[in-house]
Each structure stands twice: as structure tokens, then as C-alpha cells.
């Protein structure tokens, strides 16, 4: 007689059972009307060759068991929503409310399937029943097979091959792929296309926000802008262009500014007065201003920006009371054939750097700041200012909050050639006085001023990256061609 199959627990009830046992002790289940495991044939064996066909009197339809209840054993991972799984952006904090990294398919990429049934990503494919009738056999006819009819049964069409969910794209076996006009590719795959919220379609990776680099080069300036390795967003802003005075003589203008950060908003205080600043400049020099009141003016302009800024509707929402109005620091230059003019309002700094070496270089700025204020005093000496905790607390700022705007301006007539770097705290955080700026300065920065900014930002990133760093580059004398709005 056939033995009954050895069982671990009641299939009823999961009550633990002993060898020989026909009725489970708990629920009285009958353990003999449980029925066999099926054979195991394996596709393959070990060696790789393929096991013999079962023989005909094998082939015994297997007795399924009762599907599992949800949650249970065996059940098929929960499908989830893109706001089901949170993300992080690149600073490591809360991103925006809605956005995440998954991203759930759009409705023609899959057919309407319920989760988990025939067709639907991720489900096996389910077998035609040997019984059901043919689908071009005429309403009525009987099956092929002479078998009686099971019960009627709605057949699921097979899922198109196109239903399969896609794969993420390994960008070290395939080309990138060019994007539609007007979109872009993901940084991290190269495959995918990058959404409007920032994200790529394809792997979900969150793309680098427009500011947290950038460069721009004219023909005879350039700059370059990097959000650093410590902060999680750039606050800091530059704008760089090319006019003509009016005697039809070139002038290359610089303008970087940086967002003050315990300010409300210091990257938009930081793009307004950026763009104000150099608006002014292209307006008024070519009409006669001397380049050193223009400077004047393009300060006070910038600061009327970040001004109106404090009562727009954003920062009175954002606003608590112990916060400032938007606030930043904003440094200048502007070179001709024959002047160098600068102005500033903050820790921001010009540096001179000659193109003979043996010149001496030359910081053209003067800090507005605690320890700016205890060398001028004779308190401290620069070293032991500039090693207190509190050196980096500026006393001049553009802001509705500002105590009283004082802008600076200077101007120079350089007997030799040579670039002007302009730049935040950022950089010169390492390299403080003008020797050691005029160290990491390339040797050909007159002749490559991008190559020269991108280097001196790389400088700050090896150095520790722990603020945002732009620097702009200037070549003087500005060249007599190339002349022109930019």
C-alpha cells in the first residue's frame, strides 16, 4: 500500500506532527487525503545535461495547493508608489515634497495589468489550459481534446515581449544615447533622460542642480563656480561681460558675488545682485562714465536688488523673526587698455598676479570684516586675526538689514601684463595672501583664463572644499579686439 507523505506540521492548522500520525492531535485533519509531492525533474543536472522526458504514466497533473493569503509565505513583493520609498538630494536632506527617487511607470509602457496576475511586470507567464477552445474556432464548436469540459475559464492573452520590465542600462556595454532637443542626460547612467523635477527616468538618480557648477568664458575673461564637497547648495553668483567705453575702447567686466548663509535666500540675494551690478556697468560705461563712478553705481544698484528681495512674498513666507533679510557680498572689476578699477562690499577679494613672476603680486581689496577691523586697529597682527574664530564675520554686506551701505572703489594703472582674479572666500580660504594666490595661478593663465579659474577652483576642492568657491579671471591689459556686449 502507498505510504502516507511525511509531514512537518498540520497543512490545516501548522499543529507539529510526529511520524505515523493520520489525524493531526489539534484540528483532526485528515492526513491521508493529503496528496504527494510532486516528482522533482530538474530542467538540468549538475553536468549540465538534460534529464530524459517523463514517461507517459509521469505525467499526472500536479494537485496545486490552495494559493497562500496575502502577506503569507510565497506571496509576490508589495508593488510601490513613487511616494511610497522617500529620497535624498545631494545635500543629504529632505527633498521637496512629492519627489523621489523610484519612478512608476508611464501607462503605455505596460499593459493593464493587476499586480502580480498574468502579463503584468514581474509575473510568470501562465500556461494556455490543455482544454480551452481554440480561439478561431467558431462560437459553439467543441475542444480538440476529448476530454470533458472544465469549468469555463476567461483565457489571458499573453503578454506582448515589449510588457517586460526594462532593464537599467549598463552605460559600460552600450553608446550614450543622444537625448530629444531640449532634454538632458542623466549624469549617472548616460542612457536615461533627466525629468522635470530632476530626476533621471531611467535609474531614478538625482541629477546635479544648474548652479552647483558652472562656467562661462568670453574672449578675454572667464569664470567658474562650484558648490564645494561641505555645503548642499551653491550660494554664490558671478556674471561676467564685454563692452566699449565710449571712445570705442574695450572694457571686460567681473562681478562675483557671495550669499551671506545665515541670510534668508543668500543664493537668490547672491543672483540679483550679480546680475544688477553688471547690468549697470554695460549701461553706463559705454555712455561716457568714468569706470570708477560706474563702479560706484553698479554697487548701489546691486544692493537696491537685494533689497526689493526682502519684500517679495517668498521671503516673508520663508522669514522667521530670527532670521536676516536676503543678504550677500559682492567684488568687482572692470579692465580697460590702460585701468584696473575694483569695488567690493564684504570679504570677497581681488588679486593682482603679473605675468613676470619676478614682479611682486598684490591683493587690491580690503576685507570687511572682525579681523580686518582688529589689524586696522593695531589689536592683533594679521595671522593672529585671521586664526580667530570669528575672522570670517564681515561687517559690510548688500541687504535690507545692512547698518549703512559703504561701497568701495579703487582704481590702478599696472605698468606690466597680468590677470586679475576676482573670487569668494572660498578660495581665498586657501590661498590667503597674494603670494600663495599668485602660486597656484598657472604660468599661462594670461593666455588661458577658464584653464587658470578651473584650476583655482580645483585648488580649493584639494584643499578641503568647505565652501562654495568662484573665482572670475581677467587678462590685462583687456585686448583691443572682441570688443562687444556679451
Request: aromatic content about 4%; hydrophobic content about 40%.
Amino acid at each position: 500500500m502507498s505510504q502516507m507523505p511525511q509531514l512537518a506540521a498540520c497543512p490545516s492548522c501548522e499543529w507539529p506532527l510526529e511520524s505515523g500520525d493520520r489525524f493531526c492531535g489539534a484540528c483532526g485533519y485528515d492526513l491521508s487525503v493529503v496528496p504527494a509531492p510532486p516528482r522533482d525533474n530538474p530542467t538540468l543536472t549538475m553536468n549540465g545535461a538534460a534529464p530524459p522526458p517523463p514517461s507517459a504514466s509521469e505525467a499526472v497533473p500536479v494537485d496545486w495547493p490552495a494559493a497562500p493569503a496575502a502577506g503569507g509565505p510565497g506571496t509576490s513583493p508589495p508593488v510601490h508608489l513613487p511616494d511610497d520609498i522617500p529620497g535624498r538630494d545631494s545635500g543629504d536632506s529632505e527633498p521637496p515634497a512629492g519627489v523621489r527617487f523610484d519612478r512608476r511607470a508611464e501607462p503605455d509602457e505596460y499593459p493593464l495589468a493587476a499586480p502580480g496576475a498574468p502579463g503584468a511586470p514581474g509575473a510568470p507567464d501562465m500556461p494556455t489550459a490543455p482544454d480551452a477552445p481554440s480561439p478561431s474556432a467558431p462560437s459553439g464548436a467543441p475542444a480538440a481534446s476529448d476530454a470533458p469540459a472544465s469549468p469555463a475559464v476567461p483565457t489571458v492573452p499573453a503578454a506582448p515581449a515589449a510588457s517586460a520590465a526594462p532593464q537599467a542600462v549598463d552605460p559600460r556595454t552600450t553608446d550614450p544615447v543622444t537625448p530629444p532637443a531640449g532634454t538632458k542626460t542623466c549624469v549617472a547612467c548616460r542612457a536615461g533622460r533627466v525629468d522635470r523635477d530632476g530626476y533621471c527616468e531611467n535609474c531614478g538618480h538625482a541629477q546635479p542642480r544648474e548652479r552647483d557648477h558652472m562656467e562661462q568664458e568670453l574672449d578675454a575673461v572667464a569664470a567658474v563656480s562650484d558648490r564645494g564637497l561641505r555645503h548642499h547648495r551653491n550660494e554664490d553668483a558671478f556674471a561676467v561681460s564685454a563692452t566699449a567705453l565710449s571712445d570705442g575702447s574695450p572694457a571686460v567686466i567681473a562681478i562675483v558675488c557671495d550669499g551671506v548663509s545665515s541670510a534668508t535666500r543668500p543664493d537668490d540675494a547672491s543672483l540679483a545682485a550679480s546680475r544688477a551690478a553688471n547690468e549697470s556697468l554695460l549701461e553706463s560705461l559705454p555712455r561716457g562714465a568714468h569706470p570708477q563712478q560706474a563702479m560706484h553705481d553698479a554697487i548701489v544698484a546691486a544692493s537696491k536688488a537685494v533689497n526689493s528681495l526682502a519684500q517679495e512674498p517668498e521671503t516673508v513666507h520663508e522669514q522667521a523673526p530670527y532670521q536676516n533679510s536676503p543678504a550677500c557680498t559682492l567684488v568687482g572689476a572692470v579692465v580697460t587698455p590702460t585701468l584696473l578699477i575694483v569695488g567690493w562690499v564684504g570679504d570677497s577679494r581681488v588679486y593682482w598676479v603679473p605675468a613676470d613672476r619676478s614682479a611682486p603680486p598684490a591683493r587690491l581689496t580690503e576685507d570687511d570684516s572682525w579681523a580686518a577691523q582688529m589689524v586696522a586697529a593695531g589689536l592683533m597682527s594679521e595671522a593672529e586675526a585671521y586664526a580667530d574664530e570669528r575672522a570670517h564675520a564681515i561687517t559690510g554686506w548688500l541687504g535690507a538689514d545692512a547698518y549703512e551701505l559703504e561701497p568701495h572703489t579703487a582704481s590702478f594703472k599696472p605698468d606690466r601684463p597680468g590677470v586679475v582674479v576676482v573670487c569668494t572666500d572660498g578660495l581665498w580660504n586657501y590661498a590667503e595672501t597674494a603670494g600663495e594666490m599668485a602660486e597656484a595661478v598657472p604660468l599661462d593663465a594670461p593666455l588661458r583664463p577658464l584653464h587658470t579659474a578651473q584650476v583655482l577652483v580645483g585648488h580649493a576642492l584639494d584643499g578641503g572644499g568647505h565652501d562654495n568657491v568662484t573665482v572670475a579671471v581677467l587678462p590685462f591689459p583687456a585686448p583691443s579686439q572682441g570688443a562687444g556686449s556679451a
